[in-house]
């Protein structure tokens, strides 16, 4: 299994400072989100190839709320993601990421809003403007509880019915809630169940509960046991990607470390 980071988790820095850490702490490859990862290059820069080309990277993020309030906002965030999709595709990265989004706007959190059939709509046909016709590109997108696409079978719904090739990131931290998080291991299983073979990214996230809320820690020690979701994962599909997110600082190193011996121990 590909073991891979969300690239500005580690700061944003210069190309060579980025890179130098990329390699040194081991990891396959890297989830680009250009203006986040580098203080140094822009997306629209001339020789933006030449500049990212030493990066193995398993997916560029144009993450944006296709249902915001906002509707200058969606499209401005259409336009980034169509300018990831002409790079992606003259590097041969086979992937460009988004989220479904929330009513809530720019604070991308539970919104009640997001449950009703017609926003749901909105996301589509927002969704629907996204063209990655004859680019060798596919658009991957991603589950939230507190998103339009609340669960898988709503994720599935939403891909279904966008016109463009759709594949899917798994990330189970973000189906998670208060109410649900002992659950984890079955909302994977489910996941895998509904989404099937067109998954192509497992996000790793891990937790602790404090004061009744789930807070982000290190891959190793969180509530979520790795063992058990890695031989999921494993049985799905052994050439998964995985990759880190929100993992940052000392975790780094602590997770990679841990999730790598896992990966050993289950091949």
Known sequence: MVIGIRAHDFGRLTKDELLKKVITSGFDGVQLVIPKAFSDVKIEDFDIIEEVRDFNILMLGAYFNPVHPDANKVISGIAN????????????????????????????????????????????????????????????????????????????????????DVVYIVDIFNYLYIGNYARYLQILQKAVKILGEKIVIFHLKNFKVENGQLVQCGLDEGYMNYSKIMQIIKEFNPESTLIFEGITGDNIQKSYDFIKKIRSAIQ
Do not use: C, M
Not at 119 to 130: C, H, M, P, Q, V
Not at 143 to 151: D, K, R
């Open 81 to 164: 993601f169509q300018a990831n999709i002409a790079l992606a595709s003259r590097l041969g990265v086979k992937y460009v990421g988004t989220e479904t989004g929330s009513r809530s706007g720019d604070q991308w959190i539970y919104h009640p809003s997001n449950r009703l059939k017609s926003t749901k709509d909105l996301a589509i046909e927002n969704l629907r403007k996204l063209n990655v016709t004859n680019t060798g590109v596919k658009i991957a997108l991603e589950g939230a509880y507190g998103h339009v696409a609340y669960n898988p079978q709503t994720l599935l719904e939403i891909g279904s019915s966008l016109a463009s």
